[in-house]
């Protein structure tokens, strides 16, 4: 019997040489590619320091990845990306989109026909949106993806932007899943920070906090009311406080929205990924409900293959969570996020 576990949230250690092979012409020729700077770095944090060994192993691939499911007992894996967590900042359109196409047929190539188990979150050039909606339906109708990876920083609007927005159109069109995904931390407010654990701990979930406040503020979900975001890699402990915040700015202030605001994140169109060690994970799902959490294990980035069972052994061994609940957040959230 398969298991009922799904992991919502896993990463590629994408190999650049093998990678440039997928680059369309002129861009695949080795005297036209440099192939160590084919996108920004993440940002002026992301420097040298002591990892745990094991981490963002750069080794990992469909092998290794295929060994992290048996040994953890996963379903499946929804495969996001590690080198273009920095793709947000991208400033060449023209680059935008051949990467995410290069990108996409890499992913599809290497894991999508190597195995079932594994399913990815297309790349898509937020930079040129008519693009973008044109690379999302190959991506999901062509090559079998769930839906598509949005950096939660970097690009020039925000992501409640108007411009965006015949892509999320395409993406309820489609049925498939959206995932702002953390990663990038410049223009934060921390930028005068020296040493990366704050910046790390503060630059996953803020930029989440203000994608959902614009989500709901600007009416995405309004327009789209069956469109499916996820918010990964931030943790849950951001949702009590915007909630607070926009429910006081509903009441008081000058926030205009169709539905309470609680109902946005009750809806079925907010989904976000957690851990097991969350303390807030318990409140959050008391205060809207089990049904947006979904387990992520961030692997291979934060931990080593030596830890897979860590994760699962702490959502399944915790007290504040009933069973029902955790079937739920250790699978079923996710299959019906991505309609896998």
């Not at 990992?60 to 295929?66: I, M, S």
């Not at 970097?154 to 498939?176: N, V």
């Not at 934060?188 to 704050?198: A, D, E, I, Q």
């Not at 009590?240 to 008081?252: G, N």
Request: glycine share 8%; net charge negative; aromatic share 12%.
């Amino acid at each position: 019997m398969m298991s009922r576990y799904v992991d919502a949230d896993g990463h590629i250690m994408e190999n650049t040489n093998d990678f440039i092979g997928y680059l369309e012409e002129p861009w695949r020729s080795a005297d036209t590619v440099t192939e160590r700077r084919l996108l920004p770095t993440l940002d002026e944090f992301h420097t040298p320091r002591i990892r745990k060994k094991g981490t963002f192993d750069a080794k990992v691939g469909p092998d290794q990845w295929l060994q992290y499911l048996d040994k953890t007992g996963l379903e499946s894996t929804v495969l996001y990306t590690t080198a273009a967590l920095a793709y947000g900042h991208v400033v060449n359109p023209e680059w935008a989109v051949v990467y995410a196409r290069a990108w996409n047929n890499y992913v599809h190539e290497t894991y999508l026909k190597k195995s079932p188990r594994f399913k990815a979150m297309a790349l898509i050039p937020m930079q040129d949106p008519p693009s973008a909606v044109v690379e999302l339906r190959r991506a999901v109708k062509e090559l079998g993806m769930v839906g598509a990876y949005i950096p939660s920083n970097g690009l020039k609007k925000h992501l409640s932007a108007k411009e965006f927005w015949p892509i999320y159109e395409e993406a309820q069109k489609l049925d498939c899943a959206v995932g702002i995904h953390g990663g990038s931390y410049s223009d934060l407010g921390v930028n005068s920070f020296t040493k990366f654990p704050g910046t790390r701990a503060l630059g996953m979930p803020f930029p989440l906090a203000i994608a959902m406040t614009g989500m709901i503020q600007d009416g995405v979900w309004d327009a789209f009311p069956k469109l499916r975001v996820g918010f990964m890699e931030g943790g849950t402990g951001w949702i009590a406080m915007i909630l607070d915040r926009l429910e006081r700015e509903h009441e008081y202030g000058e926030l205009r929205c169709q539905r309470p605001v609680r109902d946005y994140f009750t809806s079925g169109n907010f989904y976000v990924g957690c851990e097991g060690n969350e303390t807030a994970l318990s409140y959050v799902v008391n205060l809207i409900g089990p049904e947006p959490c979904m387990f992520a294990s961030d692997f291979p980035h934060e931990i080593p293959m030596e830890e897979a069972r860590h994760e699962i052994d702490e959502i399944e061994e915790r007290k504040d969570i009933s069973e029902e609940h955790k079937k739920l957040i250790l699978g079923e959230n996710a299959k019906r996020f991505y309609k896998i």
